[in-house]
């Protein structure tokens, strides 16, 4: 059994407290990747859309959620991963973006995405313009396509000098 009288925006406001695993200071809801919370009889229902397909920190994510639900009381939940729409920055919270950027991380930059190039290979697409988020200069160059994580690119400063990652639009 559920904790009685639990609200939906209960629910929202625990999670709002759950980190995305790959950077600590941003939560899942402030990523813009859960996209609901619905309750179907006994379970609670928590819809999460990866950052992009196969992103390998969605299990890590499911098991936080659930970790964080039932500390409450919930212990019936079920993650429900949805794929279509895609995850766009859009989702991402300004608070969620400014945290980002506390942490060393460059926010990502709104660009128009080409869902007609998307199966024809995303690596096409120009790398974005992605200020450091040490010093703020626009002159960064693309190191790498790969940074820590499959979800971030490094970049370098070309003035600071100091490599950065860039989480990548998807
Ligand atoms: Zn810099």
């Known amino acids: 059994m559920n904790a009685p009288g639990v609200t939906t925006a209960q629910v929202w406001s625990w999670l709002g407290e759950v ?35 196969g992103c390998p920190a969605m299990q890590v994510i499911s098991d936080s959620v659930k970790e964080a639900l039932l500390a409450k009381g919930i212990e019936n939940v079920r993650i429900v991963s949805r ?6 920055t859009d989702w991402m919270s300004e608070a969620g973006k ?14 128009a995405i080409d869902i007609s190039g998307l199966h024809a290979g995303i690596r096409r697409r120009a790398a974005p313009e992605v200020s450091c988020p040490n010093c703020g200069s626009p002159h960064t160059q693309l190191t790498s396509e790969f940074g820590s994580t499959p979800c971030k690119a490094l970049y370098k400063c070309l003035d600071c000098r100091e490599p950065f990652d860039y989480f990548k639009c998807h």
């Open 83 to 88: 794929l279509a729409p895609a995850w766009t």
């Open 19 to 53: 980190a995305d695993p790959e950077i600590p200071v941003i939560s899942v809801v402030d990523l813009g990747i859960v996209r609901d919370v619905a309750f179907d009889g006994d379970a609670c229902v928590v819809t999460i859309t990866p950052t992009y397909s």
């Open 98 to 111: 400014a945290a980002l950027k506390g942490y060393g991380i460059a926010p990502p930059v709104q660009q």
